[in-house]
């Protein structure tokens, strides 16, 4: 069952039905230069290098590569923003993610993910009207998808499941989305 469930999944994310909903996939083929690229900056262990790399990584390669190397630079950003104490040096790293989630936006403009960490790094910000925009944006890309009926060639029963499968994967931010964006609304 599992089996079918990563098959189907597969088909339809090579039709890009719904990499239009949650965000196209950061493919990289192995043995290509930005595998081995990838490769090395995933053994980094120090996180200053392992940025460095990555910032590196995202000037040499273009298109998917491109993505996913702005995507694991903001997670690395807003993972040392979450755990600074200093405010202005916080603030430094929050912006460094924020502008390295706008570089994804512009390579995939409806990432779930990408979007939901732009909303964690305004909201730690404080700023209250960027995290509310994103976040609405984010839960909006959920709601579509929940609506969306089986891309064209695709039987119900496979894309209820593939649906059902993402939803899954999203719950966790969908959950944190909604915490934020109530508690955002709630103090203005």
Request: hydrophobic share 45%.
């Amino acid at each position: 069952m599992k089996r079918a469930v990563v098959a189907s999944l597969w088909i339809l994310l090579s039709t890009g039905s719904v990499l239009a909903q949650l965000g196209k996939p950061g493919a990289i083929d192995a043995g290509t230069p930005e595998d081995r690229a990838m490769t090395a900056i995933e053994k980094e262990a120090d996180v200053a290098k392992r940025i460095e790399l990555l910032e590196k990584f995202v000037q040499q390669f273009p298109g998917a590569p491109r993505l996913l190397g702005y995507r694991r630079l903001q997670a690395s950003y807003l993972q040392l923003g979450q755990q600074e104490a200093d405010a202005a040096r916080k603030t430094e790293w929050l912006n460094k993610s924020i502008l390295s989630g706008l570089g994804a936006l512009r390579l995939d403009p409806r990432d779930f993910a990408t979007i939901t960490n732009l909303t964690r790094a305004f909201a730690l910000k404080q700023d209250a009207m960027q995290a509310f925009n994103y976040g609405v944006l984010a839960a909006g890309l959920v709601q579509q998808l929940k609506a969306m009926g089986p891309p064209e060639g695709t039987q119900a029963a496979v894309w209820e499941s593939t649906k059902a499968g993402l939803l899954d994967q999203a719950q966790p931010d969908y959950q944190y989305l909604e915490y934020t964006l109530f508690q955002l609304a709630s103090q203005q």
